[in-house]
């Protein structure tokens, strides 16, 4: 029965993780990351030469602070960028790059920018890529193939965000460049590369295919392997799609490890499971060699699939696999991006306030220089302040660098805590049911020896008896083990990286299954709580299109607040006479004479019955990092991106409270 359920188990994750996007970002990781780099020499890794290292290691102590060091810097990063040792090539490129401004080395800063924007983007921390990026282009004015460079990488940190439009943007921005009509083709073909594949996963296969017949004619010219491989995997996938499996089979044939994952989706699309397994092994083994955890998830997702007709226990060892590359990624990805972005906007107000004290402290020191020619004694204040300001600016610094720490571990604070809930939820929700179904088939056991014995007894109607109580317990395994699979199904789609595509979604449905894991989540927490769950919900609601991963977040986070403040209150409450509740309920209104855009709306309400919220901090509830718990028991986060969530659905968070009787969260969301 166990193995019953795992198949069950693993043909459900087969039809939920089989997403577009997830393959969309694996192959342009593969494939952008690789193809830019032919555009400039000094982007790409350099074949690393230990006596080379060891030379250069030897004499950059020693060497002056001029533009051979800071070439001599780059060449190291360089080559330990072919070792994909990214904290070493950063170390080397951003010396490099604080020598060039010190001595105002345009050129240098230039080509550490290029190894610190590679390395960024090769880890998919998008946002410091791009910021690095913003700081290169106004460089370049002399240098065109820089610019034509870094334009792909932007492309390529888009494209990892997901915004597909402001990719091609980028990749039509330089196709447009003067400098790039007048290149020649061993330079062009990445560019158009990335068109073809931008163009191939919108659905336009007539100009994927125009694009990818132009790199195809450079690459019978020249035999640059990134040219060929990505060639043949763009040539393959357009063939796959239009289901021409043999000539898509060829393509990928002759290109390298990218084409190998296409053989494996080519021979997965076409049932050769023999095929499909060995490639997809081959994919796997390279995967883990590089740590990259697109392919483990591509490759994991076909082997968990094709083992379970031959041995679910392989199968179930290859789901874990997929289920512990997916969790390392759980939320971190989002939660790094939207802090990142925070950062640099923390660090823009920064410079601009330290460019306004520079400007004041210069008027500053240029009238007590004029003074200073009359009076000696102006002269020595104006020594003392510029001192006061070295030590400010200092401490400034000092107190930047521990916000940037602080912020840092509470993202991963407030990660592993919504994890340790949501799991602690899952566990109690999938026990149930197994237990129902061990229990039953241990007495079907028993029956059917029964039945047996009956039969050889020639006792056939007792033993007709006993076949239909056998059939009534294999119904009910039945019955728990779909509820089992209803289970998985939200675990994996919970647990999965927001695609940010909107689906139809059952409100209801969604409100209820994220109440009771919020629910089991507490209570693994604090064993001794309970409360009363009164539920309310509308029916005739209809499919509402959401982001269902995101919405359901926001339910979690509001439910687990409202347990948080019954528990708060049970602590203060010695009259017995208490009653923990929680109040959910969704309602559909109907908007459209008030809505200037006529929509209607779909409403979601999270009520309890605790302590309330106090005036004096009402209006800070939604700001990142406020928190009213103690010291160490919270980040502050939760509300703050559950707002950021209605927000981006174009909908509300609001709140009514009452201090001493209770709270009641509001989600409001346009029915579009």
């Known amino acids: 029965m166990v193995r019953s359920l795992s198949l069950f188990y693993l043909l459900v994750f087969r039809k939920i993780v089989k997403m577009r996007f997830t393959i969309l970002k694996t192959f342009f990781l593969l494939i952008f990351i690789l193809s830019i780099v032919v555009i400039d020499s000094h982007a790409q890794p350099m074949p690393f030469n230990q006596q080379t290292v060891d030379s250069i290691s030897n004499r950059l102590p020693l060497a002056k602070d001029d533009t051979s060091k800071i070439k001599g810097l780059v060449m190291l990063a360089q080559m330990y960028l072919s070792n994909s040792d990214w904290q070493t090539v950063l170390n080397y490129a951003e010396e490099a790059n604080a020598i060039s401004k010190r001595i105002e080395y345009k050129g240098g800063r230039i080509e550490s920018l290029a190894q610190m924007i590679y390395v960024h983007a090769s880890t998919e921390d998008w946002p410091r890529s791009i910021m690095e990026i913003n700081e290169a282009i106004p460089l370049c004015k002399e240098y065109p193939r820089k610019l034509i460079y870094f334009y792909s990488m932007m492309f390529v940190n888009y494209a990892l965000k997901g915004d597909m439009e402001e990719a091609k943007s980028w990749a039509l921005k330089a196709v447009g460049e003067p400098f790039f009509q007048s290149s020649d083709e061993i330079f062009k073909w990445a560019t158009y590369m990335q068109l073809g594949r931008v163009y191939e996963w919108e659905g336009k296969i007539d100009s994927a295919q125009y694009y990818a017949d132009i790199t195809k004619s450079y690459a019978g010219k020249y035999h640059h392997p990134d040219l060929l491989d990505n060639t043949y995997y763009l040539l393959g996938t357009l063939a796959r799609k239009q289901k021409h499996y043999d000539e898509a089979i060829q393509y990928y044939r002759r290109g390298g490890l990218q084409c190998i994952l296409g053989l494996t989706m080519a021979y997965d699309d076409q049932n050769n499971i023999d095929s ?180 050889e007894k020639g006792n056939f109607e007792e033993a007709k008896s006993l076949a239909g109580n056998v059939i009534d317990n294999q119904e009910k395994i039945n019955h728990h083990g779909k509820r089992a699979d209803a289970i998985v199904k939200g675990m994996l789609q919970h647990s999965r990286n927001s695609s940010g595509v909107r689906e139809l979604t059952d409100i209801n449905a969604l409100v209820d299954e994220y109440s009771r894991l919020a629910y089991h989540g507490f209570r693994a927490k604090d064993k001794s709580f309970n409360a009363t769950l009164k539920k309310n919900f509308e029916d005739g609601i209809g499919l509402i299109n959401v982001v269902p991963q995101d919405i359901g977040r926001v339910v979690f986070n509001l439910i687990s607040n409202a347990f948080d403040a019954l528990s708060t209150k049970a602590l203060t409450t010695t009259d017995g006479q208490y009653e923990k509740t929680v109040s959910l309920s969704t309602k559909k209104i109907n908007s459209r004479t008030d809505d200037p855009i006529g929509r209607d709306k779909v409403e979601i309400r999270v009520k309890d019955n605790g302590n309330g919220i106090p005036p004096k901090v009402l209006d800070k509830i939604f700001q990142p990092f406020f928190t009213t718990k103690p010291t160490g028991q919270g980040t502050g986060l939760g509300l703050s991106l559950s707002y950021d969530i209605v927000k981006a659905h174009g909908g509300e968070l609001s709140v009514k409270t009452t201090e001493g009787e209770g709270s009641e969260f509001i989600v409001t969301i346009p029915i579009v």
């Open 276 to 455: 499909s397994i060995y490639y997809a092994k081959v994919v796997l083994d390279s995967a883990r060699k590089v740590n990259s955890h697109w392919m483990i998830l591509e490759s994991a997702k076909v082997l968990a699939y094709r083992y379970t007709a031959i041995d679910p226990n392989i199968s179930i060892k290859y789901l874990n696999l997929y289920i512990e590359t997916q969790d390392d990624r759980l939320n971190v990805n989002k939660l790094k991006a939207l802090e990142e972005i925070k950062l640099s906007e923390q660090k823009a107000q920064f410079n601009l306030e330290k460019q306004e004290a520079d400007f004041n402290n210069t008027i500053t020191q240029l009238s007590l220089l004029g003074i200073s020619i009359i009076f000696l004694s102006a002269a020595l204040f104006f020594l003392r302040s510029n001192r006061i300001k070295q030590t400010a600016n200092k401490k400034l610094q000092e107190a930047y660098s521990a916000l940037e720490a602080t912020q840092a571990q509470l993202i991963h604070s407030e990660k592993m805590a919504s994890l340790g809930e949501l799991t602690a939820g899952i566990a109690h929700e999938i026990q149930n049911p197994l237990n129902f179904v061990n229990n039953f088939s241990e007495v079907n056991k028993e029956l059917l020896s029964e039945l047996k014995e009956e039969i």
